[in-house]
């Protein structure tokens, strides 16, 4: 345990110290990055093995389970991915995956997945017809479905140096609340968009990975439903791999350092922590994301950080006042009455009534 002393008068006060956060702040253990052998900051598993998921439960917190000491013994011949000097001396079980971010991009695995099968599917297509004839009909219909999920989203041609299209695409970054809301929408969405002969396969892929996100917030989970959690994870992890050579992107290299951690490292958080949703990055998250939303849709991008505190400033300034014109109505109709005066319209308030100290 690393229990850090924390000596104020006399008194002792024992601290826990915990890390949460996305992979690439818990990089700071020292590891190399994500893409490297062995880049589980957990366990020294091989990035080749990672989509076996024939391993019971907690094999790799036993067999090839790190140590924080074995990180610093590692960091100073560069073995097993260990590039520095962890920043912290922490027991590794301390060190916890952020739920948002394994949902954020693990979601984008599967978005860029869908991009990348329209992208193909319109190539076949266009194969044989005269450039006038060629059409994005399939990439067109991806988009309308996530537009009409109420999620803003555009695919384009990235330019190379020249400023001339480079035939590779990119997309809309979405923020969390849009992948939330894609989990919940798009699925139902899909049946007349992703190829007939691997729909059902993909749609399920979508949809039990929005139960494995649910499972992932529980709180106090009890073992049972760890032990349910663990066995979804691998189902899913088996189902994305069976697209492998069939789909571009569900090859078994594309089960990630992050894919690896929902499987066979969050059951040990939530047992150990009771639910590893108290580590949230969401707040923070949140934060970023109206900050995003303020640079891209509201800024005139000369000084994006004076901007986003002006909105901010702004934003605040309108909410006090829409709760003098509307809010206070609300929360008072919403509280319970002592008595009540006028039985016959229980939800008028008279404001003009009301004394300074009540307002
Ligand atoms: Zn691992």
Redesign the pocket.
Known sequence: MAVVGHSWATIDIPVEVYIGGDYKFLLLLGMKSATSDHA?I??K?HKNARSDMSKPKDF?WES?ARSITEIQTHARSSKCSCAHQPLINIPLENVVLDELHLMLRITDKLTTNLVMEMQDWDREDNLNKRPIDRTNMHMDSLIKAINSCGVSFNVWQKMDGNGRESGLLDFTSLMGSDKKLLLQKLPSKLENVVKPETLETVIKLWKDFCELYKLLQMQDPRLDKILDYFNKATRWVNLFTSLGGIRNGYEMARVTPYV??MV??VPRFLEKHQGIKRFTGQGVEKLNDDCRRVHLQRSNKWDAAKDVLLVGKRVKHLAFQSYWETGILESRTKRQRIGIVNPGEPNATDLDSLSLEEI
């Open positions: 589980c957990w366990c598993i790799y090839l690896h951690a066979y490292h």
